[in-house]
């Protein structure tokens, strides 16, 4: 790999590790689309200051956005409260307005200036190793890496030293503000860094994947773990994974780098989604038969326990009878029994067309009937 390559990942891995260190308290707060809604409207914060310095300096721009982004949350969360829209209707109206002014002023009065709505929204990742940062002569990186690792920084600062405050207010604002924290400082805390986040990634990967990283890894960290500290590290490292991954897709599909690592994000989430040991559609349903196979089981031994010693109880108990009484479906039934047989609640007669109860198995009956 040629060294422009690798500076590319090691920028595309630590922009995945900031989204996602911000997204997993955004997707636990259920906030994912305010990402959204950050990543477009702060476009109108950077064209306007753009104008007033006529510069495109990190610190201004950034500063410039993290206002943005902040106002955007405060006028989302000013229409909620007014209870005449719900808070998908106000992201929907509020960032498309911010975003669509920004887009406007950009090709009405600086058509001619490096400041384009395809770098914003799309991002360029292969021409960030261009962009150096030179002290005293000396070449020290990508100025995208290093403004990259800032961010990382302030990121992994603001969580450790709020960790029990961020708890506090993702699972119980309430608690929160009776032990005197509170939860609107550190909301807005919360949200400034994601504007940062965003804006200091858009150049480099653009808006668009800047919301899937900030958004996919940590929703499939959370599909993998309950713990909010584990999944601080599962999301940026399924981030730089899908990263890593994303870079060599593109390079073998001759295709777009932020495109390919976005499409990767996506094809992490659907596996997890599907395959993820506890909370996967896969575990889930195994579970749900699991579940069906084990009822069914346990009606089966109230229902040869209630007639246990009675006249019917040969009928009653017989294997050919049992599946038209309750109505199952030959297969399903025969996966009963089996099930039984396997549990050692029920055994097979001298004539094996008869079902008896075990020990156990009348144990446990009595158990389900309340006995």
Same mark, same amino acid.
């Given at each position: ?37 950050? &990543?477009? /409207?702060?476009? #109108?914060?950077?064209? +306007? ?5 006529? %510069? $495109?300096? @990190? ?116 608690? &929160?503000? /009776?032990?005197? #924290?509170?939860?609107? +400082? ?5 949200? %400034? $860094?994601? @504007? ?176």
């Amino acid at each position: 790999m040629t060294p422009e390559q690798i500076e590319i990942i090691l920028i595309a891995v630590v922009v995945a590790g900031n989204c996602a260190l911000v997204g997993t308290f955004l997707v636990l707060r259920k906030m994912a689309m305010v990402s959204d809604a950050i &990543a477009h /409207s702060i476009l #109108f914060g950077i064209v +306007v200051m753009f104008f007033y310095t006529r %510069s $495109l300096a @990190s610190l201004p721009i950034i500063a410039a956005a993290t206002l943005t982004g902040v106002f955007t949350v405060v006028m989302v969360e000013g229409l909620v409260k007014t209870r005449l829209v719900k808070e998908d209707a106000a992201i929907g109206i509020v960032f498309p307005a911010l975003f669509s002014i920004g887009v406007i002023l950009i090709n009405r009065y600086a058509a001619t200036v490096h400041l384009d709505t395809d770098v914003v929204l799309l991002g360029e990742l292969a021409f960030t190793p261009f962009d150096r940062l030179m002290i005293a002569g000396h070449d020290m990186g990508p100025r995208a890496l290093w403004l990259a690792g800032m961010v990382g920084i302030a990121n992994l600062t603001f969580i450790a030293l709020f960790f029990k405050e961020l708890k506090l207010v993702i699972f119980d604002a309430g608690l &929160a503000a /009776s032990l005197g #924290f509170s939860p609107l +400082v550190v909301h807005y805390g919360l949200m %400034s $860094l994601v @504007s940062v986040t965003a804006v200091s990634s858009f150049e480099a990967v653009g808006s668009i994947l800047v919301v899937a990283l900030m958004i996919a890894p940590p929703a499939s960290a959370y599909l993998l773990t309950d713990r909010l500290g584990l999944m601080l590290i599962l999301g940026p490292a399924i981030g730089g994974i899908s990263a890593v991954a994303g870079y060599f897709m593109a390079f073998i599909l001759d295709a777009s780098i932020a495109g390919s690592m976005a499409s990767v994000t996506g094809i992490f989430f659907t596996a997890v989604l599907f395959f993820a040991p506890q909370r996967g559609l896969v575990s889930l349903m195994r579970r749900r038969r699991r579940q069906r196979l084990q009822f069914a089981g346990e009606m089966l031994l109230v229902h040869l326990s209630r007639h246990l010693g009675q006249p019917e109880e040969m009928e009653e108990s017989s294997i050919e009878h049992i599946g038209r009484h309750l109505r199952w479906e030959e297969n399903f039934g025969k996966r009963v029994i089996s099930h039984l047989l396997h549990q050692s609640l029920v055994r097979l007669n001298a004539q094996k067309d008869r079902l008896l109860l075990t020990e156990r198995g009348k144990t446990l009956a009595e158990e389900r009937l309340g006995n």
